[in-house]
Every structure is written in structure tokens, then in C-alpha cells.
């Protein structure tokens, strides 16, 4: 009988700088699903901040979303 997944949402974020560096969102959203699927994970959502600075969550508009979903618990 197999284990029941751990529902989980993936957040990926480039900044301008990280773009040029070749970092880009599909390789993030990339490694995080691979990650998922090998820790038995059920991804339900996934959200993405493109060109945003990581330096506070005040301007990254999508993180912010993803934690209200997850503290109100409409992120299913």
C-alpha cells in the first residue's frame, strides 16, 4: 500500500541579475519537481515572482500570496 503524499506548493523567483546568470524559473520549477516526486510530494500549487528582489516579501506579490493561502488554508 503506498504512503499517502504530503501535499506541498513550489515558489520559484529570478532577479534581473539571476536571469542573465542563466538561473532561470523552468530550471527552478524544474529541480523542485524532481525534489517533490522523490520525497513522495503531491504539488498543488506553484507560484513565481519573476524580476523581483529577494531582499524583503514586501515586493515579491506571489510569495505573499502563497503564504495568505497557506495561513488561511485555501492553498488546496
Not at 3 to 14: F, H
Not at 26 to 49: G, P, T
Request: proline share 1%; net charge negative; hydrophobic share 25%.
Amino acid at each position: 500500500m503506498k504512503n499517502k503524499k504530503i501535499k506541498c506548493d513550489i515558489y520559484t523567483r529570478v532577479s534581473t541579475t539571476m536571469q542573465v546568470d542563466g538561473y532561470s524559473l523552468d530550471a527552478q520549477k524544474e529541480k523542485l519537481k524532481r525534489y517533490a516526486e522523490f520525497q513522495n510530494m503531491e504539488i498543488v500549487n506553484e507560484y513565481s515572482d519573476e524580476g523581483k528582489s529577494g531582499k524583503s516579501v514586501e515586493g515579491r506579490p506571489e510569495f505573499q500570496r502563497m503564504l495568505d493561502n497557506i495561513e488561511n488554508g485555501t492553498d488546496e
